[in-house]
């Protein structure tokens, strides 16, 4: 009974809503639904200017009432993820400065992390405020080994959740990869690492590196489906995008659309009324009440699934 009752408690508490924190931090409760949408017109221009009553969300088909909205800066914690494997040797100058410039358009309260990729992820920069030393990291990279990229990929969605509970702030999060190949090396599954990026709600933005030259032969143009099959579902259901620049020299253009889609994103926040802990995905979709406009944002969440337990 005693164990019946704690569980309860812990449920009671779970439902709490967002609060503001004395310091003027935006907090969130555990139940609250965190989405960002990026909003389009029909010549693939951000739509700004747009308020909390021009977007309507639907979970599972039913609409929710949005509790958090934002149109201005949400703080960001932004992931670079650097293919740096033996087949980087010859890039590894431009890859760099690509970043580096990247990393350096980040705005004030954003954090960033850096993560070098070869036989496994290693950690080059710990999530912080600290540009600079950011960039001092990705200088500092070199490149060997093979590519563990689907680890690298999962440990670094888990650990960013793990750092977002532990905050309770709401932030945004995304993750920039960069890769020239396949993942070689790794434990985790495509499948598994997809499953994992569903439920996180981190938007993951993939650049894969194409070779320019035609691919031959049945094996290798099915082996190379399959990674830009893996790419483009990564971005997709996370609500980002997907790049296959043919040339190295393309990456420093392809970071600056993706830092003009986090500056353009709209932050929004509902509680479920859906009540059910079933452990299920649920879908989401996104309208905005303006003609001739997109929305992208995640494609759903999964629940958790909570198991109460009798001391009989």
Do not use: W
């Not at 569980?7 to 965190?34: K, N, Y």
């Not at 420093?252 to 003009?260: D, E, F, H, P, R």
């Not at 494609?299 to 009798?310: H, I, M, P, R």
């Amino acid at each position: 009974m005693k164990v019946l009752v704690a569980a309860l408690i812990c449920l009671l508490c779970g439902a709490q809503m967002r609060i503001l924190a004395s310091d003027g931090t935006f907090r969130s409760g555990v139940d609250l639904v965190s989405l960002n949408v990026i909003v389009t017109d029909s010549r693939d221009r951000f739509v700004t200017g747009l308020s909390q009553q021009d977007f309507s969300v639907f979970e599972d088909g039913i609409q929710q009432n949005v509790s958090f909205f934002a149109a201005t800066h949400v703080p960001l914690d932004l992931a670079i993820l650097l293919d740096t494997s033996s087949s980087m040797s010859d890039k590894m100058a431009t890859v760099q400065q690509a970043a580096i410039g990247f990393a350096s358009q980040l705005q004030a309260a954003d954090r960033v992390t850096v993560v070098g990729i070869k036989d496994s992820a290693r950690t080059l920069h710990e999530l912080d405020g600290d540009v600079q030393g950011a960039c001092e990291a990705i200088r500092r990279s070199s490149a060997s080994g093979g590519t563990a990229l689907y680890n690298a990929l999962y440990t670094t969605i888990k650990q960013m959740q793990k750092l977002h509970t532990a905050d309770g702030e709401i932030r945004r999060q995304a993750i920039a990869l960069f890769t020239d190949g396949d993942d070689t090396t790794s434990l985790v599954t495509f499948d598994d690492l997809l499953v994992l990026a569903k439920q996180a709600g981190i938007a993951i933005y993939t650049i894969a590196l194409k070779s320019p030259f035609p691919q031959f032969g049945l094996t290798s143009q099915k082996y190379f489906s399959e990674s830009e099959f893996a790419m483009k579902s990564l971005a997709q259901e996370t609500g980002a995008r997907s790049f296959f620049p043919t040339d190295i020299s393309q990456l420093a253009g392809v970071y600056s659309l993706i830092t003009q889609e986090l500056s353009n994103q709209y932050a929004l926040g509902y509680t479920s009324t859906n009540p059910r802990q079933d452990g299920a995905f649920r879908r989401i979709l996104v309208r905005v009440d303006e003609p001739n406009v997109r929305t992208r944002t995640r494609s759903g969440y999964q629940v958790a699934k909570t198991q109460l337990t009798l001391n009989r």
